[in-house]
Nanobody, 117 residues
Framework: QVQFVESGGGLVQPGGSLRLSCAPS????????MGWYRQAPGKQRELVAS???????DFADSVKGRFTASRDNAKNTMYLQMNSLKSEDTAVYYC???????????WGQGTQVTVSS
């Protein structure tokens, strides 16, 4: 089993920024893919960003140009930098990771992001 420590959520005004952190209980090198999903009230969970072991990233169209994802190998931590936040970004954000040999997807506990004036 893999545990995650997620942090960085909170309340921010529209146009503001937040950085989410996700630190797994085992080396990030063991995961082929890591990333972030979010779930807003009454909506399905959606993929926001992913980053692979080669540090290639992919983003949902709704956040392209505003969000970036990165991994700090020395700190064994993945980050989601969120800029120009909008009210529609309000959701619980979950980090995830998977990889060989069994490709089990592990989930963080979620962190609330609220964008409101």
């Amino acid at each position: 089993q893999v545990q995650f420590v997620e942090s960085g959520g909170g309340l921010v005004q529209p146009g503001g920024s937040l950085r989410l952190s996700c630190a797994p209980s085992r080396s990030i090198f063991s995961f082929a893919v890591m990333g972030w999903y979010r779930q807003a009230p009454g909506k399905q969970r959606e993929l926001v960003a992913s980053i692979n072991s080669g540090d290639s990233t992919d983003f949902a169209d709704s956040v392209k140009g505003r969000f970036t994802a990165s991994r700090d190998n020395a700190k064994n931590t993945m980050y989601l930098q969120m800029n120009s936040l909008k009210s529609e970004d309000t959701a619980v954000y979950y980090c995830y990771a998977n990889g060989p040999p069994d490709w089990t997807t592990y989930w963080g506990q979620g962190t609330q992001v609220t964008v409101s004036s």
